[in-house]
């Protein structure tokens, strides 16, 4: 029989796992979303947009007015149809609203009520948001439940219909439409050129859903460290390498680069470059492994307090991200030691 000459060899792989990390959706949201709490455990996202004015002369929307302008004469009926508009942020390209106000104030420049020209005539005024077919937000009144005197600002605080059970999706800007009805009434001096306005504002936008653009956001840098001290002490070999291994649970269609840095108490920092893949809803877990020698591993075992440090950017490779407030990255890290033993 054959006598062996030699002791056998053997590889001994010891993991060492460090603290998950997260990567919240505030990362990657543009300035016009952040997220709010909202009590009772939920959160939602908070939309900002820029303010819309409509302003319109008397001469434009009352037919019979230019004939008499300047003339005192019983004031003519007439009905104002007109519409301004609220853009959407043009990194987002839809949002689901669950609650909020559009708020329009409404300044009458008239020298009269267009809506209570008279002690004995009243006429009504009638609001509508939509965006595109969607109605957003509705409101009504008549001139006995509302007064408009001269130059005298009034608010109309218009709830949204979304809910969260019943979201309205916004897929453009908001139409901030306006019908007046005024009724014949009382004698006036007739200026054509005098002004009616209304200055709309979404105030307190809450969403449940998004859908945003990411061309290229850093993620905040992610520290945590790891104790190797006492695995020197359970090796009896040679250490031949080494690992980083990243398990990344990634739900947003996004991919980037990242960078994952080791540095040990007195030694210099290891970096590794790693490309992080595309994720999504449903996407399951990516693992990434970054290859060390046997000099880093070196470097550190026996260290109890080894910082790792990831950083990195991404970027949606596909158009527009779709994101809810609770969504995250999640990482978790792994330091692995490849350890050979036996032999001569």
């Keep these: 029989c054959e006598v062996p000459t030699s002791l056998p060899i053997w590889d001994t792989v010891w993991q060492v796992p460090a603290d998950s990390a997260e990567v919240s959706v505030a990362s990657l949201l543009p300035s016009s979303v952040s997220i709010v709490d909202v009590g009772g455990g939920m959160k939602v996202f908070s939309l900002t947009l820029s303010a819309a004015t409509y302003s319109t002369t008397l001469g434009s929307v009352c037919p019979g007015c230019a004939a008499v302008n300047g003339a005192r004469v019983p004031k003519p009926q007439f009905t104002m149809v007109d519409s301004t508009s609220i853009a959407l942020p043009s990194d987002v390209a839809s949002a689901d609203v669950v609650g909020g106000t559009i708020d329009c104030t409404i300044t009458n420049g008239f020298s009269f009520d267009p809506i209570n020209p ?66 014949a009434g009382d004698s006036v001096t007739i200026n ?14 809450r969403v449940s859903q998004a859908s945003v653009a990411v061309p290229s956001r850093a993620i905040p840098s992610q520290q945590d460290t790891v104790d190797l001290s006492g695995l020197q002490d359970m090796t009896t070999g040679a250490i031949t390498g080494g690992a980083v291994i990243l398990t990344v649970q990634n739900p947003f269609a996004v991919q980037g680069n990242l960078t994952v840095s080791l540095t040990a108490p007195n030694a210099a920092p290891i970096s590794k470059s790693l490309a992080l893949p595309l994720g999504g809803i449903g996407t399951p877990p990516a693992t990434l492994r970054l290859a060390l020698t046997r000099s880093e591993m070196n470097a550190l075992l026996g260290q109890k307090n080894v910082a790792i440090a990831i950083t990195g950017d991404v970027n949606a490779p596909n158009g527009a991200v779709t994101v809810t407030p609770t969504q995250k990255i999640v990482l978790n890290t792994m330091v692995e030691a490849t350890v050979t033993a036996g032999g001569k």
């Design 192 to 205: 054509t050129a005098e002004r009616f306005s209304v200055n709309a504002v979404a105030n307190n936008l």
């Design 118 to 183: 008279s002690a004995t005539a009243s006429g009504w005024m009638r609001i509508s948001v939509l965006s595109g077919s969607a109605l957003l937000a509705k409101d009504s009144v008549s001139g006995t439940a509302l007064t408009l005197p001269t130059n005298v600002g009034r608010l109309r605080s218009i709830p949204v219909l979304g809910t969260p059970a019943s979201p309205v999706r916004l897929g453009g800007p908001l139409k901030v439409s306006i019908t007046l009805f005024s009724p």
